[in-house]
C-alpha cells in the first residue's frame, strides 16, 4: 500500500500515540501502522492490533489491580508450567493462559488471587495438584460400613 484509499496521498509507515480511557484513567499506547502522510488516516494491519489490544488490555488490568501477560507468564515460568499445563489445572480451556497473557481474555479475580498466593509462596503447584488427583481408592473402597 502506497497511496491512502481517501485522500491519495502518501502512505508511510508510522507509530502513533493513542489516548485510552478506562475508570478515570488515562494512558497513551502505542499503535504502530501504515499512517496516510496526508489525511492521517491509519491502516493497521492484524499484527498492529495485536500489540496495541496487549498494551491495552495491561492498563485495563493494571487499574483493576490485577496481575499483567507479564506477570502471568513469569508466574507460570517460574512454576514450570507450559500455557497448555497451567489452563488444564486452573481450568477455562486449553488456551486459556495463552488468551490470559496476550491480553486477549483477562482472569477472573479468584484465579488473579491464588496466582499471587503462589507468587508469594502461600501455596504450591504441588498443594493444587494434592487436592484435584484423583483419588485412587475409587473403586476398592466404595461401600457403607455398617457396624
Ligand atoms: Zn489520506
Redesign the pocket.
Same mark, same amino acid.
Given at each position: 500500500m502506497t497511496?491512502?484509499?481517501? &485522500?491519495? @496521498?502518501k502512505?508511510a509507515r508510522d507509530t502513533k500515540m493513542i489516548e485510552y480511557k478506562y475508570k478515570d484513567h488515562t494512558r497513551e499506547i502505542e499503535q504502530s501502522g501504515d499512517y &496516510?502522510?496526508? &489525511? @492521517?488516516?491509519g491502516f493497521l494491519s492484524p499484527a498492529d492490533l495485536r500489540q496495541s489490544k496487549k498494551e491495552l488490555a495491561d492498563f485495563k488490568r493494571e487499574v483493576d489491580d490485577l496481575l499483567t501477560g507479564k506477570d502471568l507468564a513469569r508466574i507460570r515460568k517460574n512454576n514450570h508450567l507450559s500455557q497448555k499445563e497451567a489452563s488444564e489445572l486452573f481450568g477455562g480451556g486449553v488456551r486459556a493462559f495463552h488468551k490470559y497473557e496476550v491480553g486477549e481474555n483477562t482472569q477472573s479475580k479468584p484465579l488473579d488471587i491464588l496466582l499471587r498466593l503462589i507468587d508469594s509462596n502461600k501455596i504450591t503447584i504441588e498443594d493444587i495438584r494434592r487436592l484435584y488427583a484423583p483419588h485412587e481408592d475409587q473403586n476398592s473402597d466404595v461401600g457403607l460400613s455398617v457396624g
Open positions: 497511496n491512502c484509499p481517501l &485522500c491519495s @496521498g502512505i &496516510c502522510e496526508v &489525511c @492521517g488516516e
